[in-house]
């Protein structure tokens, strides 16, 4: 990838961030004291209980859990090639989950929520697979064809 493609992904990514950071942090007011949820899969419970509109959020929050970190999982390897292994990008994308549902807990801006983490890591994973499978097709729309640089092959004039 040349230098300028890294550049435009390093700029589209630092605004994803921020983008994240408003959305779970900063656009909320501190209203939430101290509260967590620790069971796995609260909202589907919530969401089989509660009437159809409620579930449908419910439903549409753990759609945007997942959505949200589908792209880390696929720009931090494409920004950092040498973060293109499941081992690297994957712990960093679980860090960074956590380290955002302890800001909310810390700042009581959110709920600290295990089953978020599950669903945000879910996210980057299937980032991450994309990345992995969209990865050629990449490479060839961004790296420039060296077609020009090959020396046609000898031909024997032999008859």
């Known amino acids: 990838m040349d230098k300028k493609m890294r550049l435009f992904l390093a700029a589209l990514f630092i605004a994803y961030v921020a983008l994240i950071l ?3 942090l900063l656009s909320r ?3 939430f004291s101290g509260a967590y949820e620790l069971n ?4 589907y ?5 509660a009437p159809s509109h409620l579930a449908r959020i419910e439903v549409r929050n753990l759609f945007l859990n997942v959505a949200m970190f589908v792209p880390m999982g696929i720009m931090l390897p494409a ?3 040498r973060l293109a292994k499941f081992y690297i990008t994957l712990p960093i994308a679980l860090a960074a989950t956590i380290a955002i549902e302890t800001a909310q807990f810390i700042t009581h801006r959110g709920v600290f929520a295990t089953e978020d983490i599950l669903h945000n890591f879910a996210g980057a994973i299937i980032g991450f697979l994309l990345f ?3 990865s050629p097709l990449c490479a060839s729309l961004f790296i420039p064809n060296n077609d020009d640089k090959i020396l046609p092959e ?4 032999v008859e």
Request: aromatic share 8%; hydrophobic share 40%; proline share 12%.
């Open 45 to 49: 419970h919530r969401a089989m209980r």
């Open 29 to 31: 007011p501190p209203i």
């Open 132 to 134: 992995l499978g969209l």
């Open 154 to 157: 000898k031909q024997n004039d």
């Open 40 to 43: 796995l899969f609260a909202s």
């Open 22 to 24: 408003h959305e779970t």
């Open 79 to 81: 920004i950092f090639p």
